[in-house]
């Protein structure tokens, strides 16, 4: 039994990985992950004993767990203070390469535990965005997805091919990850300036800021909508915390922000680019979803 603890737990961090892209924060994918080997545990000896792949059972198990954390989610969500975003990760997080796959997938994996990819999640109804990173992200067959989501497998074929052409409409005109960058370099120069005019430059006339704190600190509560108003905002930003030491990080997302102050962490920036133009900004202030940010 002991050499099947310690395989077992190394799925854990595979797991983890499957639990946050499914709910967008760490601290619930966590939850997820020990509820999933609660009911392992809670499992009798012989009960065990017949379950012929244990790492197959404790994924299938955790999607099923994830799934039923989705549909209460969103209950939360409505008594959420202000806007609601994805915990963003940075880019020496681990999961990412949580998943085993060839390296030239790489880029896929990383865009799967993006601010921009997680947040068209959420506009999926649970059972779609199950099937979508079982299936797409973990390469689970629709045989098995059918088990967790209580479907047909053509059905969960269906869920997977909804989400797959909603996300690719909701992303239509996403840029590479060097124009990304190269924008982003612009806007972080116009902010440090103060150059109104210039950071006008290079938003979306109709680019939405969306700030969440939480409740926990001072953030936006509603978006700010279109490139004025955005830059005018962020332009004010500095003046609310002086002292504040923003450092160019990698994300996911491509290049991003990070705001310390006095030393602990403050807020992160990452930027949505489509068609040449910065369309979206998100900047995470909850300190509940900054704590793999030392």
């Given at each position: 039994?002991?050499?099947?603890?310690?395989?077992?737990?190394?799925?854990?961090?595979?797991?983890?990985?499957?639990?946050?892209?499914?709910?967008?924060?760490?601290?619930?994918?966590?939850?997820?992950?020990?509820?999933?080997?609660?009911?392992?545990?809670?499992?009798?000896?012989?009960?065990?004993?017949?379950?012929?792949?244990?790492?197959?059972?404790?994924?299938?198990?955790?999607?099923?767990?994830?799934?039923?954390?989705?549909?209460?989610?969103?209950?939360?969500?409505?008594?959420?203070?202000?806007e609601w975003l994805p915990e963003p990760l940075p880019g020496s997080s681990a999961f990412a390469a949580s998943v085993a796959a060839d390296p030239l997938e790489k880029v896929t994996l990383d865009d799967s535990v993006s601010t921009a990819l997680l947040v068209v999640l959420e506009s999926l109804s649970p059972a779609e965005r199950v099937a979508f990173v079982l299936h797409d992200v973990f390469r689970l067959p629709f045989a098995?997805?059918?088990?967790?989501?209580?479907?047909?497998?053509?059905?969960?074929?269906?869920?997977?091919?909804?989400?797959?052409?909603?996300?690719?409409?909701r992303r239509e005109g996403a840029a590479s990850r060097e124009t990304h960058d190269a924008l982003a370099q612009a806007f972080a120069l116009a902010c440090a300036n103060g150059d109104l005019a210039g950071l006008i430059g290079v938003l979306d006339p109709d680019v939405v800021l969306h700030s969440d704190g939480g409740g926990l600190v001072s953030a936006a509560r509603r978006p700010v909508l279109g490139a004025d108003r955005v830059a005018r905002f962020l332009l004010g930003v500095p003046h609310l915390t002086p002292g504040a030491q923003i450092d160019p990080t990698l994300t996911p997302d491509?290049?991003?922000?990070?705001?310390?102050?006095?030393?602990?962490?403050?807020?992160?920036?990452?930027?949505?680019?489509r068609g040449g133009r910065i369309a979206d900004v998100w900047i995470m202030r909850n300190p509940d979803k900054l704590t793999l940010w030392g």
């Open positions: 039994m002991g050499e099947s603890i310690e395989t077992l737990e190394r799925e854990r961090s595979q797991l983890v990985g499957l639990a946050y892209r499914m709910l967008g924060t760490v601290a619930d994918a966590e939850d997820a992950v020990q509820e999933t080997y609660a009911r392992w545990y809670r499992l009798s000896a012989a009960e065990r004993d017949v379950i012929e792949n244990p790492p197959a059972w404790l994924m299938r198990v955790a999607g099923r767990v994830c799934l039923d954390m989705l549909g209460s989610a969103r209950a939360r969500r409505e008594r959420y203070v202000g098995e997805i059918a088990e967790i989501v209580g479907r047909s497998p053509d059905a969960c074929r269906q869920l997977a091919s909804q989400a797959r052409r909603h996300i690719r409409e491509g290049l991003s922000f990070f705001v310390s102050l006095d030393g602990a962490a403050h807020s992160v920036v990452t930027l949505g680019v």
